[in-house]
C-alpha cells in the first residue's frame, strides 16, 4: 500500500514551458486534491475532484489544467510555465465520508526560470 | 481572503517546553478544524482534529484548546521534544464543502535540544 504518490520529485521548467505532475493514490479514494505550498502562505488549493470524471476550482486555479479520467490518478498540467508557478505541489486524496481525512504525498519541488 | 489565520510564524523553544500555535477563523460555518504536521521534505500528515461541540481534545502530548464564542482554536504541544520540530498547519472545514479544507499559512516550529 504506497499511499499517494507523486512524480517527478524536483523539476527546474523555463519560462513557457508546459509539463505535467503526476499523482497516483491506491487508497481507493474519490476525493483528489493538488495544493501549491509557498512559503508563508500555507497550502492553497488549485484543484480538486469528487471522482473519475468530475474535478473543478480551488483557490488559485489560473495557469493549471486537470483532468480525472479514473479513480486512482489525478495529474496536474502546467501550461506555459511563469515564474509565479515556482512552488512545491502536493497531491492528496481522501474518501468522501466519515473522517475525510486527507492523505498527502511527498510533493513535486517545481521551479520555473 | 484568508479565512484561516495563524501565528506565530515560527517559534523556537527548549526541549521540555509547551509551544503554542493559534489560529483563528471568521467563517461560523466550519465545523471540523485538524491540525497537520509537516516534516522537511515531506507531505503534511494529520495530527489531531477537534470539532466545535468540544473545549478540548488530548491526544499524547498534543492537545487542542477550541474557543466557539472567540472563533479560535490552538494547539499545545507538552514536553516538546526535538523530534517535534516541523511546520504545523491549523485547517478548518465546512459540512457543506465536502472534503476540502481551508489551511492557516503554517507555523515553522524548533525544538531545540
Known amino acids: 500500500n504506497a499511499g499517494v504518490t507523486q512524480t517527478p520529485k524536483f523539476r527546474i521548467l523555463k519560462i513557457g514551458q508546459s509539463m505535467t505532475l503526476q499523482c497516483t493514490q491506491d487508497?481507493?479514494?474519490?476525493?483528489m486534491y493538488w495544493y501549491r505550498q509557498d512559503p508563508g502562505m500555507g497550502l492553497k488549493l488549485i484543484y480538486y475532484?469528487?471522482?473519475?470524471?468530475?474535478?473543478d476550482k480551488g483557490e488559485v486555479p489560473n495557469g493549471y489544467n486537470v483532468s480525472r479520467s479514473t479513480t486512482e490518478d489525478f495529474p496536474l498540467r502546467l501550461e506555459l510555465a511563469a515564474p509565479s508557478q515556482t512552488s512545491v505541489y502536493f497531491c492528496?486524496?481522501?474518501?468522501?465520508?466519515?473522517?475525510?481525512?486527507?492523505?498527502f504525498g511527498p510533493g513535486t519541488r517545481l521551479t520555473v526560470t | 481572503q484568508q479565512q484561516v489565520k495563524q501565528s506565530p510564524q515560527s517559534l523556537i523553544v527548549q526541549k521540555g517546553g509547551i509551544p503554542i500555535i493559534n489560529c483563528a477563523y471568521e467563517?461560523?460555518?466550519?465545523?471540523?478544524f485538524p491540525w497537520y504536521q509537516q516534516f522537511p521534505g515531506k507531505g503534511p500528515a494529520l495530527l489531531i482534529a477537534?470539532?466545535?461541540?468540544?473545549s478540548e481534545k488530548k491526544e499524547g502530548r498534543f492537545t487542542i484548546s477550541f474557543n466557539k464564542s472567540a472563533k479560535q482554536f490552538s494547539l499545545h504541544i507538552m514536553d516538546s521534544q526535538p523530534g517535534d520540530s516541523a511546520t504545523y498547519f491549523c485547517?478548518?472545514?465546512?459540512?457543506?464543502?465536502?472534503?476540502?479544507?481551508?489551511f492557516g499559512e503554517g507555523t515553522q516550529l524548533t525544538v531545540n535540544p
Open positions: 477537534i470539532r466545535p461541540d468540544v
Open positions: 467563517n461560523t460555518a466550519f465545523d471540523y
Open positions: 487508497m481507493n479514494h474519490n476525493y
Open positions: 492528496a486524496s481522501s474518501t468522501g465520508t466519515g473522517s475525510r481525512e486527507q492523505y
Open positions: 485547517a478548518a472545514r465546512r459540512e457543506t464543502s465536502g472534503s476540502r479544507l481551508t
Open positions: 475532484s469528487v471522482g473519475a470524471g468530475i474535478t
